[in-house]
């Protein structure tokens, strides 16, 4: 992935990256969760930490971490969520604390970190306003910059710990791990975008990176789902019930009617909240939309291509298993379905005012 350059398809040519667009990066996203959905993950949350520093980082930022982003050099976590709090993201608990010498002194539990251990930087939201009303006007984010694969780090980056990997039901090519903060030292240069411009504006940017973070999931919904109908169209063709071939009978012809489908309509979607957010529209509507159906979707498609393959689905030696396990991160990850409906909604009250 480092020789492909995988690590920077969106990192601009100047800091040593392809310099390509939203929808190049989907349409990437789509083939790699075609063969792997755990090596998607690996870059993913890596390619939202480039995107905020793009967007939002100082000169000295961008110049500091993106040659080394961009070639796989050092990895990169977004964290946001923590043990009591995930949908919710105003109600975070960790905080940062201006120490006399300037510096932020960082402390708190984070909980689902990709990329949690192998990083070196984390781009990660505190509360540095405690008292701010609305809670999310006082929330900030770190830079924070770390030993790769060291669970208890020392020197500079002292005060941070990463406890053994979570263990899960599938997404297992990715580690995922909570991050324990106590004490770490931030220094102020490295808020995003600076103190001046970047204090208290944690939570805007952070909820912005999700808008391409949907896209994101949603490309990775449509990938799985297009091999799980691969799988299906194989395994239909080839097993026999009643003398002919399962794609013969009727039920399961209409069963993969429906799955080449929605695969379809799941692409559109993405492709077309990718362009919009390429030509510089508005596309957080397009963007929730695209990332309930194609995840919904792909949690489907593999159901469907799973009960298709009847016993043999159950076995770890066929392809599915393993899809079963993967899909259902889809619809929890950068945001659930029920929270991507709020957002839909919102929106689409917002952009039809009577
Ligand atoms: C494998 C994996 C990797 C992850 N990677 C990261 C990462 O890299 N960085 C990061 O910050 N986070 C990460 N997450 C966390 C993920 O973003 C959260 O799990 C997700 O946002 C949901 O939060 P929660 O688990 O706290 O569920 P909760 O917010 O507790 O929600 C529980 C249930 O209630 C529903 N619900 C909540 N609020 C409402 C409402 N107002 N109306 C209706 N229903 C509601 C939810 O949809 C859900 O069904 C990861 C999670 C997993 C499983």
């Given at each position: 992935?480092?020789?492909?350059?995988?690590?920077?398809?969106?990192?601009?040519?100047?800091?040593?990256?392809?310099?390509?667009?939203?929808?190049?990066?989907?349409?990437?996203?789509e083939e790699l969760s075609r063969g792997w959905i755990s090596i998607s993950g690996v870059v993913n949350t890596h390619f939202i930490g480039s995107y905020l520093l793009i967007k939002f980082g100082t000169d000295e930022q961008k110049e500091?971490?993106?040659?080394?982003?961009?070639?796989?050099?050092?990895?990169?976590?977004?964290?946001?969520s923590e043990p009591e709090v995930g949908s919710d993201v105003q109600g975070i608990k960790s905080t940062a604390k201006r120490a006399d010498d300037g510096h932020w002194e960082l402390n708190g539990q984070k909980m689902w970190v990709t990329?949690?251990?192998?990083?070196?930087?984390?781009?990660?939201?505190?509360?540095?306003?405690?008292?701010?009303?609305?809670?999310?006007?006082?929330?900030?984010?770190?830079?924070?910059?770390?030993?790769?694969?060291?669970?208890?780090?020392?020197?500079?980056?002292?005060?941070?710990?990463?406890?053994?990997?979570?263990?899960?039901?599938?997404?297992?090519?990715?580690?995922?791990?909570?991050?324990?903060?106590?004490?770490?030292?931030?220094?102020?240069?490295?808020?995003?975008?600076?103190?001046?411009?970047?204090?208290?504006?944690?939570?805007?940017?952070?909820?912005?990176?999700?808008?391409?973070?949907?896209?994101?999931?949603?490309?990775?919904?449509?990938?799985?789902?297009?091999?799980?109908?691969?799988?299906?169209?194989?395994?239909?063709?080839?097993?026999?019930?009643?003398?002919?071939?399962?794609?013969?009978?009727?039920?399961?012809?209409?069963?993969?009617?429906?799955?080449?489908?929605?695969?379809?309509?799941?692409?559109?979607?993405?492709?077309?909240?990718?362009?919009?957010?390429?030509?510089?529209?508005?596309?957080?509507?397009?963007?929730?939309?695209?990332?309930?159906?194609?995840?919904?979707t792909g949690k489907e498609v593999v159901d469907d291509a799973f009960r298709i393959h009847g016993g043999y689905g159950y076995s770890k030696e066929y392809e599915i298993e393993r899809l079963y396990r993967d899909a259902p991160l889809l619809?929890?990850?950068?945001?659930?379905?029920?929270?991507?409906?709020?957002?839909?909604?919102?929106?689409?009250?917002?952009?039809?005012?009577?």
């Amino acid at each position: 992935m480092k020789e492909l350059g995988l690590f920077g398809v969106t990192i601009p040519e100047d800091y040593g990256g392809m310099g390509l667009d939203l929808t190049t990066y989907a349409m990437i996203v789509e083939e790699l969760s075609r063969g792997w959905i755990s090596i998607s993950g690996v870059v993913n949350t890596h390619f939202i930490g480039s995107y905020l520093l793009i967007k939002f980082g100082t000169d000295e930022q961008k110049e500091y971490f993106l040659p080394k982003m961009a070639t796989g050099e050092i990895r990169a976590a977004f964290s946001l969520s923590e043990p009591e709090v995930g949908s919710d993201v105003q109600g975070i608990k960790s905080t940062a604390k201006r120490a006399d010498d300037g510096h932020w002194e960082l402390n708190g539990q984070k909980m689902w970190v990709t990329n949690g251990l192998l990083s070196a930087v984390v781009f990660v939201l505190m509360k540095s306003d405690p008292k701010a009303d609305p809670p999310y006007t006082g929330m900030t984010c770190f830079i924070t910059e770390k030993e790769p694969g060291a669970t208890e780090n020392s020197g500079d980056f002292a005060g941070l710990t990463i406890p053994p990997k979570i263990k899960k039901m599938g997404y297992k090519g990715v580690e995922s791990t909570e991050l324990v903060y106590d004490g770490y030292r931030c220094p102020p240069e490295r808020i995003l975008g600076g103190e001046e411009a970047g204090l208290g504006q944690g939570f805007r940017q952070m909820m912005d990176a999700l808008e391409v973070g949907r896209v994101n999931v949603a490309a990775r919904g449509v990938g799985i789902a297009q091999r799980a109908l691969e799988l299906a169209l194989r395994y239909s063709q080839e097993r026999k019930t009643f003398g002919r071939p399962i794609a013969q009978h009727q039920a399961i012809q209409f069963k993969l009617a429906d799955m080449g489908t929605k695969v379809e309509a799941a692409r559109l979607l993405t492709i077309k909240a990718a362009r919009l957010k390429d030509a510089g529209e508005r596309s957080d509507l397009e963007a929730g939309m695209a990332k309930l159906f194609a995840s919904e979707t792909g949690k489907e498609v593999v159901d469907d291509a799973f009960r298709i393959h009847g016993g043999y689905g159950y076995s770890k030696e066929y392809e599915i298993e393993r899809l079963y396990r993967d899909a259902p991160l889809l619809v929890i990850g950068e945001g659930t379905s029920e929270i991507q409906r709020m957002v839909i909604g919102k929106k689409l009250l917002e952009r039809n005012k009577i």
